[in-house]
């Protein structure tokens, strides 16, 4: 079950190298080539919103096959009909059908395990999942050189006809105790999560952290590949060591989260995340076109996700202990329907040069500051 786990954080990154491919055999603009990655995301987050009370009512067994079946199917569409609507619409069922397998897959090992084998699994998944983002972008540049963009379609299709397989014929239902969906229960839960300001604000956050990767996913192609002519393969390395930041930081993090509390590294590192951005933006107006700042930038980024994003995870769920399934679903679709709404928006943007990306980067940092100072910092 855990192989699902490296193709759920590879759905963006293996396409990306081949997004300035896509714009051009599609012959269509940029900015529609990036609502490939906008779309999926959209996908993502309603899948995950949805599947968790899907799965309480009707079985884990059921809706994982079907979303792994689906995932299948739809990778194949841009191989039948080469077309940007049918691309988009591959895409938004995708991120459905992902979507939906992950929460299955966490509520299967809720059912199966006890709460130390929880724990114990629990680095196992964020290690899985951490293989997507960093060896997708290298896989994908690889592919799109020697096969074109239509290449990580088949890589899709053909990984996962093996793992729904899998799935299919050996994969228990785990889930025995179900219960008909009460659609006026869960509104009341939704509501009081809603209401909470605390845990929109920290849902905000991850959303706007996350989209500091998400930006470099689509623009990044963009002016690595077409503005600073290097190779799909030179930018799937840069996007590898990126990953490796991220991976690593998010592993630094826990250690220093048993020694520091979580506002106090929201502190610290919000606001050593806006102090850099100021320096690299400053930098940027001299070095339009310097691909180490670029890249010495995109990592500080990516460090300050890996930072922020999960320390914010733990401490939204855990005021919602009570029905955490309720509050994942919310959290989850909060923060990926802004990165989301992010990447679209950022799509009609031409990222040219490094002063470009610089602004962009700044602009959702200072957002994440704002809701600091306004919101995080006042309730704790």
Not at 143 to 168: D, E, H, P
Not at 225 to 246: C, D, K, M, R, Y
Not at 330 to 343: E, F, K, R
Request: hydrophobic fraction near 55%.
């Amino acid at each position: 079950m855990l192989c699902i786990m490296p193709i759920i954080g590879m759905c963006i990154d293996l396409i990306a190298p081949s997004l300035p491919a896509i714009a051009q055999g599609l012959k269509i603009s940029n900015a529609m080539a990036k609502n490939t990655v906008s779309i999926y995301l959209l996908g993502f987050c309603l899948g995950n919103f949805f599947s968790g009370f899907l799965a309480d009512a009707w079985g884990r067994a059921k809706i994982m096959r079907t979303a792994l079946l689906i995932f299948t199917v739809v990778s194949a569409i841009p191989l039948v009909f080469p077309h940007i609507i049918a691309l988009l619409l591959s895409r938004l069922l995708q991120g459905l059908a992902i979507g939906t397998a992950s929460v299955v897959l966490r509520a299967i090992c809720s059912d199966v395990l006890s709460p130390d084998g929880l724990i114990k699994l629990g680095p196992w998944f964020g290690t899985m999942w951490g293989f997507g983002p960093v060896f997708g972008p290298v896989l994908g540049g690889y592919l799109q050189v020697y096969f074109g963009w239509q290449a990580g379609f088949y890589f899709f299709s053909i990984v996962s006809l093996i793992i729904c397989l899998v799935v299919w014929f050996g994969l228990p239902e785990t889930h025995f105790n179900r219960h008909p969906l009460e659609v006026a229960h869960i509104k009341k839960n939704i509501s009081e999560i809603l209401h909470h300001r605390l845990f929109l604000g920290i849902a905000a956050v991850m959303g706007l952290t996350y989209s500091l990767i998400i930006l470099f996913n689509v623009s990044g192609p963009f002016l690595i590949q077409v503005t600073l002519h290097h190779s799909p393969i030179f930018f799937g390395h840069v996007a590898f060591w990126l990953g490796v930041v991220f991976l690593l930081t998010t592993i630094s993090i826990r250690l220093l989260l048993k020694k520091y509390s979580v506002e106090k590294l929201w502190l610290v590192n919000i606001n050593s995340l806006f102090a850099a951005g100021i320096i690299f933006l400053c930098l940027s107006y001299f070095f339009l076109h310097s691909m180490w700042l670029i890249a010495v930038a995109s990592a500080v980024m990516f460090l300050g996700c890996g930072a922020i994003f999960p320390i914010s995870l733990g401490k939204g769920l855990s005021l919602f202990r009570y029905m955490a399934g309720t509050a994942t679903a919310v959290m989850y679709l909060i923060n990926i329907g802004i990165t989301s709404l992010c990447a679209y928006l950022a799509g009609f943007i031409h990222v040219r040069d490094a002063f470009i990306l610089m602004w962009l980067y700044m602009t959702f940092v200072f957002l994440v500051v704002l809701i600091y100072w306004t919101i995080l910092r006042k309730q704790q």
